[in-house]
């Protein structure tokens, strides 16, 4: 049964970093693109980033371009997701998410799994 775990979250200030990581298991990690998406209370879940099969190519949401990293290692089967500056409105559940697509994706449709989600907390 395909797992993806998150894990990295936590409660941190305006201006702060954190790096999350999703360990897969059960799937052939290669050959998925993936994904981080987020859901704050009263919110629909939202596309963050992405990062095709091999992490050559990759795609942000506007508000977290130029903030945020998305990269994979393909050896450990692990995605991670470097937040810098966060900011209050930075504040959800952030989810990753895996898709067979070759292109990259940015609806919540287009992934095939999903993990439980990590709690991130950014206060002002």
């Known amino acids: 049964q395909v797992q993806l775990v998150e894990s990295g979250g936590g409660l941190v200030q305006a201006g702060d970093s954190l790096r999350l990581s999703c360990a897969a298991s059960?799937?052939?990690?290669?050959?998925?693109?993936m994904a981080w998406f987020r859901q704050a209370p009263g919110k629909e879940r939202e596309f963050v980033a992405a990062?095709?099969?091999?992490?050559?190519?990759?795609r942000y949401a506007d508000s977290v371009r130029g903030r945020f990293a998305i990269s994979r290692d393909n050896a450990d089967n692990t995605l991670y997701l470097q937040m810098n500056t966060l900011r209050p409105a930075d504040t959800a559940e952030y989810y990753c998410?895996?898709?067979?697509?070759?292109?990259?994706?940015?609806?919540?449709?287009?992934?095939?799994?999903w993990g439980q989600g990590t709690q991130v907390t950014v206060s002002s």
């Open positions: 998410a895996a898709s067979t697509s070759v292109v990259i994706v940015t609806t919540a449709a287009g992934y095939d799994y």
């Open positions: 990062i095709g099969w091999i992490g050559t190519s990759a």
């Open positions: 059960e799937l052939t990690f290669g050959r998925y693109s």
